[in-house]
C-alpha cells in the first residue's frame, strides 16, 4: 500500500534560516508528487508538484522541491524563511488506482521564530 | 477567476442533530471532492464527484454522511445524525479534468464543525 510519512509534526526555523521539510513516500509506480500549503483558517493551495522530467521543482513563494526517486523523498526546501511563511505543509502522493487518489502525509507545522 | 465556495465556514451542534454544508466548486471544474480533515492528519477523501455522477465513495460512512451534486454543478455534504467525531474540518475542492489525484485540486476554506 502507498504511503507518505512526513517527518516532525512541527518544525521550527528562525526567520531568514534555511526551511526544510522532510517527505518520504511509498509508491509501486513513478509518482506524481505534490506540496500544498495550509494558511491558518484557510484551505490548502498548491505549493508545487512534480510529475515528469525536471526532478528539481519550483513553486510559489521561493520554495523548490527535489525528487528523489533512489531515496523515494521529496523533501520541500525554502533558502530563506520570512514570517508570511508560518503555515502547515502537507505532502501527498498520486495512488495506483484508476482515479490516482491523493494519499495525504499527516502534514508539517511550520513555526518562524522572530 | 473565483475560487471555491464554502458555507457556512463554521458549525456547532449538538450530537444527534443533522448538518449540511455547500460547496460552488470553480467553473468549468468537472471533477469535485469533499474531505474530512481532523486535527493533527491529512485531508481523507470522502467522495469525488465527476460532473453529477459518483466516482469514489468508498470512505463515505454511508449510515450517516450523504452527498450530492445537482446538474454537475454545486454540491452538498449532509451528516445525520452527527457523532462526536465527526468534529472536523470539511474542505470541498475542484480540478478541471478527470485524473483524478493527478490533477491540481483547489480548495475552499472549508467549514469547521463542532459536534457537542
Known amino acids: 500500500a502507498q504511503s507518505v510519512t512526513q517527518l516532525g509534526s512541527h518544525v521550527s526555523v528562525s526567520e531568514g534560516a534555511l526551511v526544510l521539510l522532510r517527505c518520504n513516500y511509498s509508491s509501486s509506480v513513478p509518482p506524481y508528487l505534490f506540496w500544498y500549503v495550509q494558511y491558518p483558517n484557510q484551505g490548502l493551495q498548491l505549493l508545487l508538484k512534480?510529475?515528469?522530467?525536471a526532478t528539481l521543482v519550483k513553486g510559489i513563494n521561493g520554495f523548490e522541491a527535489e525528487f528523489k526517486k533512489s531515496e523515494t523523498s521529496f523533501h520541500l526546501t525554502k533558502p530563506s524563511a520570512h514570517m508570511s511563511d508560518a503555515a502547515e505543509y502537507f505532502c501527498a502522493v498520486s495512488g495506483t488506482d484508476s482515479n490516482y487518489q491523493l494519499i495525504w502525509g499527516a502534514g508539517t507545522k511550520l513555526i518562524i521564530k522572530p | 477567476e473565483a475560487g471555491v465556495a464554502q458555507s457556512p465556514r463554521y458549525k456547532i451542534i449538538e450530537k444527534r442533530q443533522s448538518v449540511a454544508f455547500w460547496c460552488n466548486p470553480i467553473?468549468?471544474?468537472?471533477?469535485l471532492y469533499w474531505y474530512q480533515q481532523i486535527l493533527g492528519q491529512g485531508p481523507k477523501l470522502l467522495i469525488q464527484?465527476?460532473?453529477?455522477?459518483?466516482?469514489?465513495d468508498s470512505q463515505l460512512p454511508k449510515d450517516r454522511f450523504s452527498a450530492e451534486r445537482l446538474k454537475g454543478v454545486d454540491s452538498t455534504l449532509k451528516i445525520q445524525p452527527a457523532k462526536l467525531e465527526d468534529s472536523a474540518v470539511y474542505l470541498c475542492?475542484?480540478?478541471?479534468?478527470?485524473?483524478?489525484?493527478?490533477?491540481?485540486?483547489?480548495f475552499g476554506p472549508g467549514t469547521r464543525l463542532l459536534v457537542l
Open positions: 467553473s468549468g471544474h468537472a471533477t
Open positions: 464527484f465527476q460532473n453529477n455522477g459518483v466516482v469514489d
Open positions: 475542492a475542484s480540478s478541471l479534468d478527470k485524473t483524478g489525484g493527478r490533477e491540481t485540486q483547489y
Open positions: 512534480y510529475t515528469t522530467g
